[in-house]
Structure formats: structure tokens, C-alpha cells
């Protein structure tokens, strides 16, 4: 009768709990003196209630009575049940009171909110580095044991992550499941299509603090920083350039191996740029993007075309300091500067 009259008479002298059985009370006073009568006796695992008891032995037994009707998913706890079902009713009851994120589950957005207060709870003994989820370190440790289960059957890639080799294999495999709407680019992963949709939205997200320059990709800002800082972690052993960019320390040495890497298909001509051959193929194609609006005329090369817009602009920035001529051309000016310095033409 005490469900009905909602009587309590029995309460918890450490924090004030009611209920309204002793058996209650007895379950409750286990929280304040920490005690785990029921214990595993395959694992050692103890907890407070029978209950807890039983449905931790079913990790042992493998018995999972929860099961799935849509989809034949099987649990051993009705409440994982009840999660499960929210993937195919598609509610998502759990809100951030910070953003528009919604879940299916209140540990997911737990694990959502740290991003906006900026926790991290584990944290890397070796370098530092920290995370919000313990599979993240465990990942992370990886790096520093050299542990790399993810192996590529085809090339012998190792990967840490499994999903590092899900993205490998599709170089093998061709596979390109993400493409552009707007022209016929398609890629690998979501990530790369979302950073080639900036080139058609013009969005640049990565701005530099110094100079106001911005990018599409952070790799570029990063790059150019070292401009700002001055480092320059490529030397070329053979002479005394240094860089701040692989591919540009790349690019050099083959200047003193004379490699050229990009062949012409057409007329052999090789480059050392890919850049190079692009542009050279216009002479075979026949292509000729910049097309001037005022004439006929039009060529292969940007800074041909804004050459020849001199023409009908007027601008001439090449100036002599001597006598004060000027022209449109920086070759034109060379010469120019032969008459003062009597060097013969």
C-alpha cells in the first residue's frame, strides 16, 4: 500500500534517501560504504546488486536475450536494446546546449561537450599529447611502439588505423566514391571533396595573422608561415640552397641530376615541373585559354596575356632611372639600358 500513499519510512541517515522498503534502504547504503557483496568468480568483477551481477555473467556465457526485430541485432541488456533501436527510428534525443549536435546516446554527448570546454582526460605519457577518448590514445600509442596491425595484402602498406587502410585500398581498387557535383573531379575520401569544393565556392578558410593572405587547404598556411618565421628545413648538400617546402627541395636537386621526370609524349621535350608540361602542350593542342576582349588575340600563358593588355591600357611599369623612359616589357628596358651604359646592342 505504501506505492499507493507514497509513505517512505525508511531513510538513509548519511544524505536523507527514502523508500519504502528496508531491502531499498540496504541496496542504497552500499553507495556510502563502498561495499560489493556479489563478486564474478571468473573475472573477480564485484558490484552492489545481484542484478548487476547477472547481466555482467552474460559477457561470459556469450547469452544475449535482447534481440533486434528489424535487423536481428542481439545485446545482453535491454537498455543497449533501447539505444540500438534509435539508429532506425532515427531519434536522436540528446541536444548540445552550445551548438545544433544531436545524438543518440548521452555518452556520445558527453564526449561532444568536451569539445567545447576543451577537455581533455587522456593524455600521452611519452610526448604530451592528449584526447577525448581513450580508443584515440590507444591509436595514438601506435606511433611510439611501432605497433601497425593494418597491413595492405597487395603492396605491403601498414597502417595504424583501420581506417587508414580502408583508404588505402582503394588506390588498389579505384574506387572513388566521393564526386563533384559542378565539374568531373572525384576522389577517396569526403575530406578531399570538401576541400575541392573551395576552389568552386572560393571559400578560404585559413587566413595568416601577418599578412592577411588565405588559403583553401591549412598545409598552405603552414607553408607560407615559415616565410613570417624564416625556417627553412631543406638544404641541398650540394650547393647552398634551402627552402621551406619538400617539393620545392625536390624540384631542385634535379637541377644537379639533371633529372627531368615530366615527358612530353608528342616531341620528347622533357621538365622537371609538371607545371612545365602543362603548359607546353598547348603548343601541340593548339589551346589558347586567355582570349583578349579588345582584339584577336590570344595565347597559352597568363603572364603573356597581361603582357599584351599593356597595349591597350597604357601601363608601362618597367621605368629607366636615368633618363626616365618607359616601356612594358622588362626586356625591352634591358636593352633600353645599353644605350646609357654604352654596351653595344
Not at 51 to 66: A, C, N, Q, S
Not at 170 to 191: A, D, L, P
Not at 238 to 265: A, P
Request: proline share 2%; aromatic share 8%.
Amino acid at each position: 500500500m505504501r506505492i499507493h500513499t507514497g509513505e517512505n519510512p525508511y531513510k538513509c541517515e548519511v544524505c536523507g534517501y527514502a523508500c519504502n522498503e528496508n531491502s531499498s534502504l540496504k541496496k542504497h547504503m552500499l553507495i556510502h560504504t563502498g561495499e560489493r557483496p556479489y563478486k564474478c568468480e571468473v573475472c573477480g568483477y564485484a558490484c552492489k546488486a545481484s542484478g548487476t551481477l547477472k547481466i555482467h555473467m552474460r559477457i561470459h556465457t556469450g547469452e544475449k536475450p535482447y534481440k533486434c526485430e528489424v535487423c536481428g541485432y542481439a545485446c545482453n541488456q535491454n537498455s543497449t536494446l533501447k539505444q540500438h533501436m534509435r539508429i532506425h527510428t532515427g531519434e536522436k534525443p540528446y541536444k548540445c546546449e552550445v551548438c545544433s549536435y544531436v545524438c543518440n546516446q548521452s555518452s556520445t554527448l558527453k564526449i561532444h561537450n568536451m569539445i567545447h570546454t576543451g577537455e581533455r582526460r587522456y593524455t600521452c605519457e611519452v610526448c604530451g599529447y592528449a584526447c577525448i577518448e581513450s580508443g584515440t590514445l590507444k591509436q595514438h600509442m601506435k606511433i611510439h611502439n611501432g605497433e601497425k596491425q593494418n597491413t595492405c595484402e597487395v603492396c605491403g602498406y601498414a597502417s595504424n588505423y583501420s581506417g587508414g587502410l580502408k583508404r588505402h585500398m582503394k588506390i588498389h581498387t579505384g574506387e572513388r566514391h566521393f564526386k563533384c557535383e559542378m565539374c568531373s573531379y572525384v576522389c577517396i575520401q569526403s575530406s578531399d571533396l570538401k576541400v575541392h569544393m573551395r576552389i568552386h565556392t572560393g571559400e578560404k578558410p585559413y587566413k595568416c595573422e601577418v599578412c592577411g593572405k588565405a588559403w583553401h587547404q591549412s598545409g598552405s598556411l603552414k607553408n607560407h608561415m615559415k616565410i613570417h618565421t624564416g625556417e627553412r628545413h631543406y638544404k641541398c648538400d650540394m650547393c647552398s640552397f634551402v627552402c621551406n617546402q619538400s617539393s620545392d627541395w625536390k624540384r631542385h636537386i634535379m637541377i644537379h641530376s639533371g633529372e627531368k621526370l615530366y615527358k612530353c609524349e608528342v616531341c620528347g621535350y622533357a621538365f622537371n615541373r609538371s607545371g612545365n608540361l602543362k603548359t607546353h602542350m598547348k603548343i601541340h593542342t593548339g589551346e589558347r585559354h586567355f582570349k583578349c576582349e579588345v582584339c584577336s588575340y590570344a595565347c597559352d600563358h597568363s603572364s603573356l596575356f597581361k603582357i599584351h593588355m599593356r597595349i591597350h591600357t597604357g601601363e608601362r611599369p618597367y621605368k629607366c632611372e636615368v633618363c626616365g623612359y618607359a616601356c612594358s616589357q622588362s626586356g625591352s628596358l634591358k636593352k633600353h639600358m645599353k644605350i646609357h651604359t654604352g654596351e653595344r646592342l
